[in-house]
């Protein structure tokens, strides 16, 4: 049977939100088909598989893979578990499928790719707002000069998480979530600007503690500077009412802009060229009429197709610690008080915590 007929059996380790996301997007997602998932919750195992059609479930990964062959296994579990589900699925011979963030810190990541690797298998990872036939083409604007040299950006992330959010045990702590809303949350926007943009030089951060009973960061704003010289501006926030996610440009020759929530489709960009560009050649630069948006079914279908034909993980979903070393920058900036490169990431201080110090602003109640 051919690579490209054959199908591959996947498997879900976690049955939360976004695990429902995974297995809906498998259901329309031609040669592939959800064999099994697990989950500590017999209960929650139970109800996830009856409504998505899943025939086994189980209590751990290592039950799941001790009775099932699977080619993939999608970890859509806390990041504190993430490199070791990782390393034993690597070791029955799975593909990996996780979650963002990948991991605790950049030494994890490092240690997932290296066992993919080892082990001949793929490590994708879980940026879904890369995706996208606007995203794709407001990149290849972008790459091909054609709007000229980025200058100016701005990356916000304005969401809002009440305190009931943070009562999960595992949220809001160094030591289990390893980090905080610029992590788990910025992280989604501030990876798809730099796939937009390309490499990073530098970046300085400041982490605060406005309002929530956390003991990571509930804001964090930086300025991160890029290899081409483009100046960004990035905020994020769990403590904004009106929830908006936002990404600015400024070229030489237009203005990008994005504003979504979790995801984004067409309606969501806006090119504003420059008073010296054309009208012919501003509506050159429209976005194309077959329109995908933003999401896990445009992501998985992606990896799938290169798992499928044998090929290295598409573009949408490689390159896993580059956000996250963005991030870890940031918070090194924190602690440090000063710019950090993107050279100095390479020692172990960093690349094995994103601890950082925060700023408590928080007014006695």
């Known amino acids: 049977m051919s690579p490209t007929t054959r199908t591959l059996r996947a498997a879900i380790l976690g049955t939360g939100a976004v695990a429902h996301l995974h297995a809906e997007a498998l259901r329309r997602i031609h040669g592939v088909t959800a064999v099994a998932s697990a989950d500590p919750s017999e209960e929650r195992v139970r109800d996830f598989n009856t409504r998505h059609g899943i025939p086994a479930g189980y209590g751990s990964l290592e039950e799941l893979l001790a009775a099932e062959a699977v080619d993939v296994v999608h970890i859509c579990t806390p990041p504190a578990g993430h490199a070791e589900q990782t390393a034993a699925a690597y070791d029955a011979g799975a593909h990996v499928i996780a979650e963002k963030p990948p991991a605790l810190s950049l030494a994890e990541v490092d240690q997932m790719q290296e066992a993919a690797h080892a082990a001949g298998r793929q490590l994708a990872v879980v940026f879904q707002q890369r995706t996208g036939t606007a995203a794709t083409h407001i990149r290849n604007l972008l790459r091909s000069g054609e709007l000229g040299r980025p200058l100016t950006t701005v990356c916000h992330t304005l969401w809002y998480r009440g305190t009931e959010y943070f009562e999960v045990p ?76 936002l990404i600015r440009i400024d070229t030489e020759h237009a203005t990008i802009e994005l504003e979504h929530l979790y995801g984004h489709n067409h309606a969501s960009w806006k090119i504003t060229p420059a008073r010296h560009i054309s009208a012919e050649r501003a509506a050159s630069w429209a976005l194309p009429g077959d329109e995908v948006p933003s999401g896990h079914d445009a992501l998985l279908s992606e990896v799938y197709s290169a798992l499928l034909s044998g090929a290295d993980v598409p573009p949408v979903a490689a390159a896993p610690t580059r956000a996250m070393e963005i991030v870890a920058a ?36």
């Open 170 to 245: 595992w949220r809001g702590t160094w030591e289990s979530e390893g980090g905080g809303t610029t992590l788990s949350h910025g992280i989604h926007q501030i990876d798809l600007l730099a796939y937009l943009l390309g490499e990073w030089s530098s970046a300085t951060g400041q982490l605060f503690r406005l309002d929530r009973g956390v003991e990571t960061e509930d804001t964090s704003c930086g300025v991160v500077v890029f290899e081409s010289g483009t100046v960004a501006s990035v905020l994020t926030t769990v403590l904004a009412p009106r929830e908006s996610s």
């Open 330 to 365: 940031l918070y090194a900036s924190a602690g440090t008080g000063r710019p950090v490169t993107r050279a100095e990431l390479s020692g172990p201080a960093i690349r094995g915590s994103m601890r950082a110090p925060v700023v408590d602003l928080r007014q006695a109640r």
